[in-house]
């Protein structure tokens, strides 16, 4: 894998994805350095490498212009994000700008794969900086999704994913920025929402408003069947009521 990192910069360009700084210090570890993205890029530092990840890929071409969804500030998108590792037509990475040379990407990544070597799987939040190309100075710095779980460059479960106590939303209110995940279909893509105006009274619970709406509908349905079964049920027994009185007084007439 150390031919695999090195062919990355030599043949295709691409920088560290670790910190010069600490690597220079000797840490006791060596992987300490991986401050940036952990062991999800085979630019970082791991000892078992994944692939390159989005960011590289983009800056490479592996991932055509067609399969990237670009949002410019102000701007709103949606998109079924899939697997890195997957070959598809389909949407693989979403390039969030914030001006010329910052900003977010989003990719998925999955258990497939070079990527079945990944500490977790979900969808993956960075920032870009590009006047930090080079250096080890951290190009590209994955956001956690749970920064409390253990060290910094072990970043073992920094993925956005859904699912009972995961985190399905990714909120950067420096930037007005919302990345939410609205559901995952049965190929492991995940339906991603960005917007980059901040949170709106509709954003709130899009999901929770959409099904209040739905169940007061099968509500109302509801009622309105019963009202009509009730009413129905009523005009019967009226008219055998009536029927039935009929017969009593022509029984008692014949009787006389």
């Known amino acids: 894998m150390v031919y695999a990192h090195e062919f990355g910069h030599i043949a295709l360009g691409l920088p560290d994805l670790y910190s010069y700084q600490i690597a220079y210090k000797g840490p006791a570890d060596w992987r300490e350095a991986a401050v940036y993205v952990g062991p999800w890029d085979l630019m970082s530092r791991s000892n078992e490498r994944p692939q390159i990840g989005a960011w590289g890929k983009v800056h490479v071409g592996w991932i055509s212009p067609n399969r990237v969804l670009e949002i410019l500030p102000g701007q709103e998108g949606r998109a079924n994000l899939e697997p890195l590792e997957k070959s598809t037509s389909g949407t693989q990475a979403i390039l969030i700008y914030l001006n010329s ?7 998925n990544r999955e258990p497939i794969g070079h990527d079945s070597v990944l500490p977790d799987e979900g969808v993956l939040v960075s920032y870009v900086d590009e006047s930090k190309y080079w250096h080890g100075n951290g190009p590209v710095v994955i956001q956690d999704a749970n920064p409390e779980n253990l060290s910094r460059w072990q970043l073992s479960h920094p993925t956005f994913k859904i699912g009972p106590g995961a985190k399905s939303e990714y909120v950067n209110q420096t930037y007005n920025l919302i ?29 929770a408003t959409q ?18 079964i009730t009413i129905a049920n009523r005009k019967r027994k009226k008219r055998q009521g009536y029927g039935c009185a009929s017969l009593v007084r022509e029984g008692t007439r014949k009787l006389r």
């Open 211 to 228: 099904y209040q709406v739905q169940l007061l509908l099968v509500v109302m349905a509801v009622v309105v069947v019963a009202a009509s």
């Open 101 to 107: 040379s910052t900003y977010f990407i989003v990719e």
């Open 179 to 207: 990345v939410s995940l609205l559901g995952k279909t049965s190929d492991n893509s995940y339906i991603v929402d960005v917007s980059t105006q901040g949170r709106t009274k509709t954003q709130t619970q899009p999901f």
